[in-house]
């Protein structure tokens, strides 16, 4: 999936692998206890909703291709299932070679599973939403049993990543109909291929997964067994790993991460993040697109496109921040410093673009300093003017009063705005920050019904901001929540979208970035860094920014130092 | 007279429901923005809305609703990807069984409390109610924190967390994982139940009838019983029948606490994340048991004092 909505959620670089392992090698056996905040809602991977489901899920089904990463060498792809692929001349035919595999119930894995997953992807019935990955792809085709074929409609720079998504699926799936795949309990009729099997599960409570001695080569994975404990919220999770309860937490909140860093049987993993939270200024006037919808007479699947959308802008225009200067000012005005280093003590960093660091794509662009004094005499330029001393400023009898929606559910956002609202004051813009309840919070985003709105997205490991910040995305159930229409912006993205590789697609990428920063649809607040807490006793760890159970293969845990008391599992 | 009751707890029930559909309803937004990917394109949202019913009206869904429940069928629930009668039905034992413990303990621990406080002078009682306000004040959710902080972080005697795995051989396992939640849940309404009772009770004993009696040579006990805690005991069986709604509607901020697998839980995610069918039958389940709860207790009181009987 290439952006993952965290609008409704809720930072220096640190070696990611915990232990060594010198002292001895890797041992088999034993049993890590993972701290999950939510149960797998589902165990087949195209019904599951949640991404802790689908991380859970990766160590079940498996890939054609595993996307690795690594601090020094950031993301690359790997054999999975694939042993190998290859291009046709003309790029447009990949062939992957699948390696000798079996499934659970000890049927071979063979590209007749990768047909019945490429059927599954398309059935109406289910209606996958990733599909729209597959838009490049014009046919598949078995070459022999163990030859997949992707043929495509031209090159792109991501014809591996889009042949490769999502999760490979037994054909035996295909007796149940795809009208009942969301009502089927899967975990009851699971097939799996990955380094681990399901043993069991209780809903609420733990999902056991047990090692599969018939994955690969026979020697990993090296623990016996993963038991994943459900709990009811961050801190309760958090509690359990201090208390030796659980082995990992993953998304340990950065207030609380120095009592885990403290812990010398406990380690702070600090990773780059793929998460990002913005202030997304709206380019309309509140509430005229969903007064035009209504006018239209629009119902749920009211069709749109950027026109709409663009005739809109021309009538309703946002009164303060369809100029861009305000938009500038305002990024300017605030200390983002202040924001990583108060609410996320130092776990993130400043964000530049929605092209984050982690993608390592960045060009010449940096953030836009903090300079109040500029942000001053833009809004100056602007007509915004103070009509006394420390005052909120005015221009033709208008104050400049922006009210910004955050989701009451997260604190940490909440702190954020609070101090984005003092900062903003200093210039002479009065906020009036609004804490939602989640739906409302997006009920009025899609209706972009807002003047500012706080909130976060979760990039893929493709570049795509065009999903988020295209005019194309402002209409409909599209994610331009503040309709940000830049033809300069669109063309440039439009073009990078289809170029044939990476090379070509990076310097109009970086060029979409420079507009960006000078437009200022967003005020980038910061990058999140992914935060895990692991026991020491658990070693070679490599939790990954993409998956906290990255290469669980390879971890394997010391025995004699056992976790707390609190074990529920029975004695086996 | 009691057909006439039931009559009204049935409508009382289905109004309940209706209330809670028009409140779902009335919430702002989509309920497919909980249950989607953000990226879905407009014509797999309309499948996805067709395949939940979204698409029809609130009157022609509520009929549907009804008929299914009719027709015994709770529904599918949209987040737990099961029936709804699998997922309460996975549920509730847990709520069941912590509900249960909770209130044995409570009116055990209560009752006694007050039995004891009534075999003491008025001075030492008065003293013993003021030792139990801040008790029964006390959030449940504090005490669960300090309970784990003393019996699994110090200690180390009990688990913090989680039902016992279904698969725990013999009681102790479930018992230790549900002395915690139950000792957080049950103190403060213990507190509370000694502190009623004890005060209702106070006030016969107080009374110049109680004098009289221990001028007649009626021993203490004797007296703290007849005059004390029986004539009070009814009004203690309507706070039982209004506590019994517990064992099915969970406690959410405990179960929370210790991450107990119960229907608060259950019930809070299902209203967060618009989950129609899950909250209306959990919303219909809980009225059910108020309602039952509520005329079990009327009975029993009529039973233990004739005053409350109702005519006809």
Known sequence: MLLAAVLGCGGGPTPPAVGDGSSSGPRRGGELIIALRADVDSWNPYTAGSSTALNVLELLYPRLVRERWSPGTGIRVEPALAERWSFSDDRRELRFELREARWSDGRPVSCADVAFTWRAQHSPALGWPGLYIKDGIESFECADERTAVFRFAHPSAYQVLDANDDAQLPRVYGAVPFEQWMATAWEQRLVSAGPFRLERVVPGQEAILVRDPEWRDGTRPYIDRLIFRVYAGADEALRALLAGDVDLVEKVPPGRAAEVARREDLALLDLPGLSWTFIAWNQLAPGAYAADRRRRGCGAGCREDAQTVRALLADHPHPILGDPRVRRALTLAIDREDLVEGPWRGHARVAVSPLVSFLGVSGQSRPLPWDPVRAAALLEAAGWRRPVEGGVREKDGRRLELEILVNADNTLRREVLERVATALAGVGVAVRPVALPRREYIARARAKDFDGLLGGWRAGTRIEPQSILHCAAAAGRGNNLGAWCDDRADALADRAAAAADLEHALPLWRQWEERFVQQQPYTMLYEERVLIGIHRRVHDASPSPLNPYAEIEKWWVDSSEPTGVAATSPPR | ?312
Not at chain 2, 48 to 67: C, E, F, N, Y
Not at chain 2, 162 to 184: E, I, K, N
């Open chain 2, 1 to 312: 007279m009691l057909v006439h009751r039931l009559l009204r707890a049935g409508v009382t029930v289905v109004a309940a429901g209706l209330l809670t559909l028009l409140l779902l309803e009335a919430l702002p937004g989509d309920p497919l923005d909980r249950l989607s990917e953000p990226g879905i394109s407009a014509e797999q949202a309309e499948r996805t809305r067709v395949a939940l019913g979204l698409d029809r009206a609130p009157a022609a869904r509520w009929a549907a609703i009804a008929r299914s429940y009719l027709a015994g069928e709770l529904g599918y629930s949209w987040t737990r990807r099961r029936s709804v009668a699998r997922a309460v039905g996975e549920a509730l034992p847990h709520s069941l069984a912590l509900g249960a413990a909770a209130l044995t303990l409570a009116y055990g621990l209560g009752l006694s409390v007050a039995w004891g406080g009534l075999l003491v002078g008025p001075r030492l009682r008065r003293r013993l109610l003021a030792v139990l306000l801040p008790l029964a004040l006390a959030p449940g959710f504090w005490l669960g924190l300090l309970a784990v902080a003393l019996f699994h972080g110090v200690l180390g005697w009990l688990p913090a967390s989680h039902a016992a795995p279904p698969g725990a051989a013999g009681a102790l396992p479930h018992l230790r994982h549900l002395l915690l939640p139950t000792l957080a849940l049950a103190l403060p309404a213990a507190a509370m139940v000694a502190r009623y009772q004890l005060a209702a009770a106070a006030v016969v004993l107080d009374a110049p009838g109680a004098t009289v009696a221990r001028a007649l040579g009626l021993g203490r006990l004797r007296i703290a019983w007849r005059h004390g805690l029986r004539p009070t005991l009814a009004t203690t069986v309507v706070l039982v029948g209004l506590d019994l709604p517990l064992l099915v509607s969970g406690a959410l901020v405990v179960e929370t606490v210790f991450s107990w697998p119960g229907v608060g839980r259950l019930a809070a995610g299902a209203v967060l994340t618009s989950d129609y069918p899950l909250a209306l039958a959990l919303v219909l389940l809980g009225a059910v048991t108020v309602v039952l709860g509520n005329l079990a207790a009327d009975l029993l009181a009529a039973g233990l004092d004739p005053r409350r009987r109702l005519p006809g």
